[in-house]
């Protein structure tokens, strides 16, 4: 069973940082695209961030520049730096992971979400 375990969550003032990591685990033989969304109440799933299997990167407008996104392949794990942090960014934070599982073949695969709240 593959499972993505989000960390790093918290609460911090604005103008702080905090680092996400989210470590997938499982019978995987292979990783692809994986990525960063997040959800505000009220509002829908947008990405924040996502890199590829080559470390391709792709970020919303509104966190370029203060949040980095980066994998380690080895692990099966994605972090994501973040800098600056307004209290807009306060929301649930997903994990999101394309992985290739042993005799399961490619899925797209969820974390169960950790909670940034940022103070003003």
């Known amino acids: 069973q593959v499972q993505l375990v989000e960390s790093g969550g918290g609460l911090v003032q604005a103008g702080g940082s905090l680092r996400l990591s989210c470590a997938a685990s499982g019978s995987i033989f292979s990783n692809g695209t994986m990525g960063w969304y997040r959800q505000a109440p009220g509002r829908q799933r947008e990405l924040v961030a996502s890199i590829t299997a080559v470390a391709n990167t792709n970020y919303a407008d509104s966190v370029n520049g203060r949040f980095t996104i980066s994998r380690d392949n080895a692990k099966n794990t994605v972090y994501l730096q973040m800098n600056s942090l307004k209290p807009e960014d306060t929301a649930v934070y997903y994990c999101?992971?394309?992985?290739?599982?042993?005799?399961?073949?490619?899925?797209?695969?969820w974390g169960q979400g950790t909670q940034v709240t940022v103070s003003s």
């Open positions: 999101n992971a394309r992985l290739w599982v042993i005799n399961k073949g490619s899925d797209n695969y």
